[in-house]
């Protein structure tokens, strides 16, 4: 889950490629920098970025290299947790960190598998009975249950996307516009994981402190560092505040006086 890549933009740019037919194109190149982060460029050939032609290889291996890393990212989060902190809600709505593991094994066993005529070999729910149950663990469900069962999901994804190309069609029953292709259901899977990976980030920051996009990179606790930045933000927080008030006193003094 690197931080600082323009995926809508990628999208923008590949959205093109789609339609057209197959043709010798010239190469976008990407490669890694120490920090994990995508970095590309064109070759001189290409006037500017917009309207350098891609390669679908280059389109899948980036997409697909960012989802798996999103994906390890996501079930890092619940390294060294106990049972109970993964599983229990931690906002309003009951969200918790190994329901969104299952969650996401779920979708992405249907969208780069099931809707491509591709289902997972093990059973499913049913999509039209969605109910929900997805998105939290039964008491008898294990957290290697559910891991397990994640990465059995991107294993058969990964299948989907090594073995068909980027504009193969695909039919999604419960969207408005089904008719899709597997560029398309790509870069929605990535979206939905580093959606939640994002989540993920604040409920584990908010269980125990521990932060980081991905293991590789995580962040040392500094305590005295943390709360000086934070008391840095509360106090600019309450300055705003403050002078919104007074802003408000203001008008309304002005308004009597116009008034009267």
């Known amino acids: 889950m690197a931080e600082g890549d323009d995926l809508s933009g990628f999208e923008n740019r590949l959205s093109v490629r789609l339609g057209a037919s197959r043709s010798s194109v010239d190469l976008v190149s ?13 070759p001189s050939s290409c006037c500017m970025a917009s309207s350098c032609p891609v390669i679908d290889d280059f389109a899948k291996d980036y997409l697909h ?13 619940l390294d060294g947790l106990s049972e109970y902190d993964i599983r229990r809600p931690l906002t309003a709505t009951g969200t918790n960190l190994l329901g969104m593991v299952k969650h996401m094994a779920t979708w992405e066993a249907r969208y780069l598998g099931e809707i491509f005529d591709r289902p997972l070999p093990e059973p499913l729910p049913r999509w039209q009975d ?65 959606r939640h990976a994002g989540h993920a980030d604040i409920l584990r920051e908010q269980l125990d402190g521990r932060t980081g996009v991905m293991a590789e990179y995580e962040e040392p606790i500094d305590t005295a560092a943390r709360e000086a930045h934070r008391a840095k933000i509360e106090r600019a927080a309450q300055a705003a505040a403050d ?4 802003a408000g006193l203001s008008e309304a003094h002005g308004a009597i006086e116009t008034a009267s």
């Open 30 to 42: 990407a490669s890694r920098d120490t920090t994990g982060l995508w970095l590309w460029g064109c």
């Open 65 to 77: 290299g960012q989802l798996k890393e999103t994906r390890e990212a996501l079930v890092w989060k």
């Open 130 to 194: 969605a109910d929900g149950s997805d998105l939290w663990v039964a008491q008898d469900e294990t957290r290697e249950q559910i891991i397990g069962f994640y990465r059995r999901a991107w294993d058969h994804a990964d299948a989907t996307i090594n073995e068909l190309p980027i504009d193969a069609p695909g039919h999604v029953p419960w969207w408005p516009r089904p008719d899709v292709k597997l560029f398309n259901m790509m870069v929605h899977v990535l979206q939905d994981t580093t």
């Open 243 to 246: 002078g919104s008030r007074h």
